[in-house]
């Protein structure tokens, strides 16, 4: 199970951390991964982590998120800095079973589909204000 925290509102550019905990079978590989979804838009990927700590991030938010994990706690982050209202969105977090995020060498093919990832926390809410 995935369990999000750490939404709320804040003003333009402003920053938030995020927050995903997992439990149950926290044994296994997964690649882990933050989604964000606004009301009459598609669901966007934001930025992945594999278990080895290798992030990638969504070129419209490369500068402005950095993705990290705690492996003891099971615990993943979202850092988001210099947000901005198009930034407000239900987030995410979400594993894919296997630990592969991207399955090239020069990692430019990667997993980014929400329909790539196995399971998905119920989301917590960031709203940026102008």
């Known amino acids: 199970q995935l369990a999000e925290s750490g939404g709320g509102s804040v003003q333009t550019g402003g920053s938030l951390r995020l927050s995903c905990e997992a439990s149950g079978n926290t044994e296994r590989r997964v690649c882990m991964g933050w989604f964000r979804q606004s009301p009459g838009k598609e669901t966007e990927w934001v930025a992945s982590?594999?278990?080895?700590?290798?992030?990638k991030y969504a070129d419209s938010l490369k500068g402005r998120v950095t993705i990290s994990q705690d492996n003891a706690r099971h615990i993943l982050y979202l850092e988001m800095n210099t947000l901005i209202p198009e930034d407000g969105a239900r987030y995410h977090c979400?594993?894919?079973?296997?630990?592969?995020?991207?399955?090239?060498?020069?990692?430019?093919?990667?997993?980014?589909?929400?329909?790539?990832?196995?399971?998905y926390g119920p989301g917590t809410q960031v709203t940026v204000s102008s």
């Open positions: 979400a594993a894919r079973d296997g630990g592969v995020c991207c399955w090239d060498r020069d990692r430019e093919a990667c997993y980014v589909l929400p329909i790539d990832y196995n399971w």
């Open positions: 982590i594999d278990p080895s700590g290798r992030t």
